[in-house]
């Protein structure tokens, strides 16, 4: 009987492609609606209207102007919209809490309008900070980047957060931390989130 050998196939990353499929509004393709969009709220939608915005970074400091970024939040009352949370906590209809934003092609800036969450029951009864799951797929990145983003006006809830509390070296916690500024022509607050894919100031990522 003959011996087959398996031939290992080509390696592939996330990108430079992904706009199309996953994004094609942003890649020049018409169509009637993208899948999902960087805005998760509508009037209907509960909670503090909030803008997260910002830019994805390489090592020499440029902005990636073809990442994609995808968040997944709980509603304001800390509650996510999916059946493996059993927290007894208001399901809000209007909110999905998952987004998808890509880079601007000229400016490398991203951004979604959301709303905050709520503080979310963890493992052991441990309370959660109020914060944003971050997925970042990007050429060069064979599957993507998993991260959080938390808020820098919640300091006190984000001191006893368990998960920033794994993190050893204090300074690299704040990678972790939006800033928060004035709306300007945003409803509600902008909270600013670079993510730096790698060097200094490097972005905490984690193994999932």
């Known amino acids: 009987m003959p011996v087959t050998y398996l031939i290992e196939t080509a390696s592939q990353t996330a990108g430079p492609f992904l706009h199309i499929g996953m994004a094609p509004s942003a890649a020049g393709i018409k169509t009637t609606k993208d899948l999902v969009g960087n805005v998760l709220v509508s009037a209907k939608t509960k909670g503090e209207r909030i803008r997260v915005e910002g830019h994805v970074v390489d090592g020499a400091g440029t902005p990636v102007k073809d ?24 399901i809000d209809p209007a909110f999905k ?33 109020p914060h944003l799951n971050v997925a970042v797929f990007a050429r060069g ?32 916690r704040a990678t972790l931390v939006a800033q928060r500024a004035k709306g300007g022509k945003a409803k509600g607050a902008v909270y600013r989130f670079d993510i730096v894919l790698q060097g200094d100031n490097e972005t905490v990522f984690f193994d999932i």
């Open 97 to 129: 809490g998952f987004g998808r934003a890509v880079t601007d092609y000229k400016t490398g800036l991203y951004f979604f309008e959301t709303i905050k969450p709520g503080a979310v029951m963890g493992r052991n009864g441990r309370v959660m900070a």
């Open 67 to 90: 990442a994609q970024i995808e968040i997944w939040q709980a509603n304001a009352a800390g509650k996510y919209n999916h059946p493996a949370d059993a927290q007894k906590k208001p």
């Open 141 to 172: 990145i064979n599957i993507h980047l998993n991260t959080r983003m938390y808020f820098s006006d919640e300091a006190e809830a984000n001191a006893k957060d368990p998960v920033l509390g794994l993190i050893e070296q204090v300074p690299r």
